[in-house]
């Protein structure tokens, strides 16, 4: 079954540490990944994308994202937080064909301290 | 990267009521999604609006529940029928782009009392 697992609900730093959210999908196509962003009472933002190539993505913000299909994952990171990143993070993936039907995972919230 | 409007922004209304979100896109798309995300949940996908074709639903999502308008390639609406509190989400519209990615609008907050 196709499923995107984003397995930390809740993740706290402080500002000016770094950061990494977990993503592992499955997916029985080549995927497109994909990391949304959502401040509270906001829309989805993107912040990056992976179709293929480097399997190291930049994105905004001073994220990144590397694709690892042993390990079927896709993580995001950011060397250095500002409280400005406080949002919820979403993982998805979709079917290289460009259906469009993205799976999105729960997301993780981050919590930024000062 | 596409400009999306949704109305409203924010919405409170009482059981058994209908509600329609309009999404207004500032380019000519294709294909336009209609997302549910209910509190403290991720996006489910409720249909794909086409223009000029019935709107394709997904699986545990209905038209009769949730009756989809797409009347040109900028413009479609959403209406959720006989409300009830389980309803209470936000509703997201989306659109596709020439590149691949979704981009969405800033969603329509529904609250069923």
């Known amino acids: 079954a196709q499923s995107v697992t984003q397995p930390d609900i809740h993740i706290t730093v402080s500002e000016g540490a770094s950061l990494e959210l977990r993503c592992n999908y499955s997916?029985?196509?080549?995927?497109?990944l994909f990391w949304y962003v959502q401040s509270p009472g906001q829309g989805l933002q993107l912040l990056l994308k992976?179709?293929?190539?480097?399997?190291l993505v930049q994105g905004i913000k001073g994220f990144e994202a590397e694709f690892k299909r042993s390990q079927s994952s896709f993580n995001l990171r950011k060397p250095s937080v500002h409280w400005s990143d406080a949002a919820e993070y979403f993982c998805?993936?979709?079917?290289?064909?460009?259906?469009?039907?993205?799976?999105f995972g729960t997301g993780t919230r981050l919590k930024v301290l000062a | 990267s596409a400009v999306i409007s949704q109305k409203p922004s924010r919405d409170i209304c009482q059981r058994g009521t209908s509600l329609t979100i309009q999404c207004q896109v500032d380019?000519?798309?294709?294909?336009m999604f209609w997302y549910r995300q209910q509190p403290g949940q991720s996006l489910t996908l409720i249909a794909t609006?086409?223009?000029?074709?019935?709107?394709?639903?997904e699986s545990g999502f209905v038209i009769d529940k949730f009756p989809i308008s797409r009347p040109n390639l900028t413009f479609s609406t959403l209406t959720v029928s006989n409300m009830s509190p389980e309803d209470s989400s936000i509703y997201l519209c989306?659109?596709?782009?020439?590149?691949?990615?979704?981009?969405f609008g800033e969603g329509s907050r529904l609250t069923v009392l």
């Open positions: 609006a086409n223009q000029g074709s019935e709107a394709t639903y």
């Open positions: 997916y029985g196509a080549t995927p497109y």
């Open positions: 992976y179709f293929s190539g480097d399997t």
């Open positions: 998805a993936v979709g079917a290289a064909s460009g259906t469009y039907k993205y799976i």
């Open positions: 989306s659109v596709d782009s020439s590149t691949g990615e979704l981009f």
């Open positions: 380019s000519q798309v294709t294909m």
